[in-house]
């Protein structure tokens, strides 16, 4: 069964700091993985998709990195905002299961 | 492109009482999810339809929960006798195809069951 974990479930950092969120997978037969971020209360909101043929996607300040072999996602964040402070969450997708996610790592960024 | 939307927004209802959701996909998706998020958790798969097609359910959707999409347009999440068990946010998404295509959610609907 995949389970998704994603580390560390609460990160808190002054504006401007770089910083990087961590995924793992257990099963690596997955079509594709994607990180969301959600605000309190609401929705989520696709920040980037990486087929499993991908090894990276880019989106402004935002890295996403995927290793499929060893099961790791990575998202990294480039000169953090208050703006950014939400819940960013990693979801593999599978067949018959559509999209499996993580916990969640909850981020705070202090002006 | 209007996004997907979802109502209503917020539901409170007693124990026992039946509740439906309406979900209105991004216009030309075919692919529909639904998921289920519990406070601090992630969202959990329930079902999904190809076009007007459901072509998988999930194990936590027990008998009590029903879904449809009539046409392969808007879909709607029935839930009847509700428990407490159920509160929880109810989130569509939609998406031009299967593993290939980003999946966008709507805002979800907020269920309580007192």
């Known amino acids: 069964k995949q389970e998704v974990t994603q580390i560390p479930a609460a990160l808190s950092v002054p504006e401007g700091e770089n910083l990087v969120l961590n995924c793992s997978f257990t099963d690596s037969a997955i079509y594709n993985l994607q990180w969301f971020r959600q605000d309190p209360g609401k929705g989520l909101t696709s920040l980037l998709l990486?087929?499993?043929?991908?090894r990276e996607q880019t989106s402004g300040r935002l890295n996403a990195s995927l290793d499929k072999s060893s099961g790791r996602s990575t998202l990294y964040i480039a000169a953090s905002q208050p703006g950014d402070s939400a819940t960013y969450l990693c979801?593999?997708?599978?067949?018959?299961?559509?999209?499996?996610f993580g916990k969640g790592t909850t981020l705070s960024v202090s002006s | 492109d209007t996004g997907v939307s979802q109502n209503p927004r917020h539901k409170i209802t007693k124990r026992g009482q039946n509740v439906t959701f309406r979900c209105d996909p991004i216009?030309?998706?075919?692919?529909l999810y639904w998921y289920r998020q519990t406070l601090g958790q992630g969202p959990e798969f329930l079902t999904y339809f190809q076009n007007e097609a459901q072509l998988e359910k999930s194990r936590l959707l027990s008998d009590r929960f029903s879904a449809e999409r009539p046409k392969g347009s808007f879909s709607t999440l029935e839930i009847q006798r509700t428990e407490q068990g159920d509160s929880a946010m109810y989130l569509c998404?939609?998406?031009?195809?299967?593993?290939?295509?980003?999946?966008?959610f709507g805002p979800g609907t907020r269920l309580t069951v007192t």
């Open positions: 979801a593999v997708y599978q067949a018959g299961t559509a999209l499996i």
């Open positions: 216009s030309e998706h075919n692919r």
């Open positions: 990486i087929q499993s043929s991908q």
């Open positions: 998404a939609s998406s031009l195809g299967g593993s290939l295509y980003e999946q966008y």
